[in-house]
């Protein structure tokens, strides 16, 4: 059997140390509570596109800016037969990286990368080694008293230690034999050092001893902290007590949300002791609190539910489906491997499932299932006007961006112009590159969109008109020829009035930017319209992925369908995450998975 802490001396584990055995004795007086715990805060780094996007098939000419068909001045004539065009731009678009695609932005910053050369030197990396080793076997009391006094910190020598087993995943038995050492030096274990031997145990899945860890601090110490509690809930529900880890959760709710892996921990013991309406029971608290299972727990109910999948379940299974579109949430491969084997389950009825990609026209070539448009429908679309117009332009925030008297000008000006088939954020576009000035950049793209009889709003700042060195007042007049302009304050922000003018021009409206809109769409207070935000985002933004001053001008493609979860009578297509592609919250996969219902075929 298992050899537990309490049960046998830890000093046994050494060999070394027959006074170990004082141990059990000692360690169950008194145990005090002397230590303080600091939240830790991540940083979260703030992404910024780089100038250029890779995008090796886009487009320039309005009428064919949703089909993905380049033109230039001079360029050859196009192949007069739609079929191979048609061909043309599917094998093009199929490996399209754009602004939104998973692994666009790991591509950019590699890009960028190549293209210093020599100018970055990587400075190789140093491994940092410890003032004091870790020990790799247990040691005896002779032997910690010695590294102790080697030991550059003295007063925290025992916790130190115990952080760098934690980190090393170290042997169970060494962490034993520091504890032996602590007892038999001052007589007791602090609460600190003991929490961070539990942390040791549940990592190790040393199962037993985190049960004696737990009959001994609930002896020694009236409270535990959230971190215990954490601990015990991720202990306890491998075991055969884990009904139990339901009290630690109800603890921890007493002092603040508990974590989605708190409650994917009991949620997935509940799934393997059959206790399925306890299971669900916590995903539905979890949801109440706005928190998101992580895909352990998701697929926990997959692979449990299908062994006993009933209608109740399978309808249950089909609300965790929407839950997933609703959130816009893409599964794993893992996840996916589940998901695929529960419809494969289900009885009396065939599935078959294939990974795949969708071709540029929404349509799978698996199934020839055409996928949902990108492109928002009224009802959708009178949806998020409303509420980029209450929650961003009528935002508290607003006037902080702008002055009333600003905005109100700004308005009658859009109104009095209206529709506008693009609008410009000039500053941005005009930053597009380093070569050639930035009026003659702005001037440039704009010309090049008025050749298509499009009509345009420009949105720029009053220092583009004071003629400067990078803003040519020649440049600047011709602009105004090309289309309506409007130029806000230095002070404000552009964005609020390219949503304005964009969304109220209708919904056939785009609109040139390199932003990514991630403030505005957090300013959405609904998460519908977040997520409307984003299909409408990715529908209507035009994007620059090539420009080079006096020649060829490109932007990315749009795709024609909504890359999100979806279902017909007989097919289910889920986009998921492909393995090994680092994918930005603004970026969606392209990599599929079609199930079909194929049982009238057999």
């Not at 539990?198 to 001994?216: P, S």
């Not at 009236?222 to 809930?233: E, P, Q, R, V, W």
């Not at 989605?260 to 949801?287: C, F």
């Not at 961006?401 to 410009?424: A, C, G, N, W």
Request: one cysteine or more; proline letters at 3%.
């Amino acid at each position: 059997g298992r050899q537990h802490l309490w049960r046998k001396g830890i000093g046994d584990v050494s060999g070394r140390d027959p006074s170990s055995d004082m141990l059990p004795r000692r360690l169950m007086t008194v145990l005090h509570l002397k230590c303080a715990f600091t939240p830790v805060v991540k940083a979260q780094g703030k992404s910024k596109l780089l100038p250029c996007s890779l995008a090796p098939w886009s487009c320039t000419s309005w009428r064919f800016l949703m089909l993905g068909v380049c033109r230039h001045n001079g360029d050859k004539k196009r192949d007069s037969s739609s079929t191979r065009q048609e061909r043309v731009i599917r094998r093009g678009a199929t490996g399209t990286f754009t602004l939104f695609t998973a692994g666009a932005a790991r591509k950019r910053a590699e890009l960028a990368k190549s293209k210093l050369g020599n100018k970055l030197i990587d400075i190789p990396k140093v491994a940092s080694t410890a003032k004091t080793p870790i020990p790799i076997n247990p040691l005896s009391i002779d032997e910690w008293k010695k590294l102790k006094a080697d030991a550059y910190n003295k007063t925290r020598f025992e916790v130190s230690m115990m952080e760098k087993l934690l980190s090393n995943h170290a042997d169970i038995d060494v962490a034993k034999s520091l504890l032996v050492f602590v007892t038999m030096e001052t007589g007791t274990i602090g609460y600190e050092l003991l929490l961070k031997y539990l942390a040791l145990c549940v990592q190790g899945h040393h199962l037993n001893e985190v049960l004696d860890v737990y009959a001994i601090m609930k002896t020694n110490f009236k409270t535990m902290d959230i971190g215990a509690n954490s601990l015990f809930i991720s202990g306890f529900s491998k075991t055969d007590r884990w009904k139990e880890a339901l009290i630690f959760l109800d603890s921890i709710k007493k002092m603040m949300n508990p974590s989605p892996r708190n409650y994917g921990d009991v949620i997935i013991s509940a799934l393997q002791h059959k206790e399925v309406e306890t299971a669900w029971r916590l995903l539905n608290e979890m949801e109440s609190r706005n928190l998101q299972p992580n895909e352990e727990t998701l697929q926990a109910f997959f692979d449990c539910v299908k062994s006993s999948c009933d209608k109740q379940h399978e309808n249950m299974m089909m609300n965790i489906l929407s839950y997933l579109r609703d959130n816009q949430i893409y599964p794993g491969e893992s996840l996916l491997h589940s998901i695929q084997s529960w419809f494969e389950s289900l009885p009396g009825r065939v599935w078959e499932g294939h990974k795949t990609t969708i071709e540029y026209s929404g349509e799978c070539h698996i199934c020839n299932t055409l996928l949902e448009s990108i492109q928002l429908s009224d009802e959708e679309y009178n949806i998020l006007r409303d509420c980029v117009m209450n929650d961003v332009i009528q935002g508290r925030d607003v006037f902080k961006k702008t002055t009333p008297e600003e905005l109100q000008h700004f308005q009658s000006f859009v109104k009095s112009r209206l529709p506008f088939d693009v609008v410009i954020d000039g500053l941005n576009v005009a930053n597009i590159s380093a070569k050639g000035t930035q009026s003659r950049i702005l001037l440039e793209i704009v010309s090049h969109l008025a050749q298509q009889n499009l009509r345009l709003l420009v949105l720029g700042r009053k220092h583009m008109l004071r003629g400067t060195r990078n803003w040519d007042k020649s440049h600047m007049a011709a602009i105004r020829k090309y289309a309506d302009c409007f130029f806000t304050s230095n002070i404000s922000e552009d964005d609020p009035f390219l949503l304005y003018a964009t969304i109220l021009s209708g919904n056939h409206c785009k609109f040139v930017s390199r932003d990514l809109m991630r403030d505005h769409k957090a300013c959405l207070i609904n998460k519908n319209a977040r997520r409307l935000f984003f299909k409408w985002q990715r529908g209507h933004q035009l994007v620059l992925s090539h420009y080079n001053p006096g020649h060829k001008i490109k932007f990315e493609v749009i795709t024609k369908y909504d890359t999100i979860m979806q279902s017909t009578q007989n097919t289910w297509h889920i986009p998921y995450e492909e393995g090994g592609v680092e994918r930005s919250s603004y970026e969606v996969p392209h990599r599929w998975l079609c199930l079909q219902n194929i049982t009238e075929k057999k």
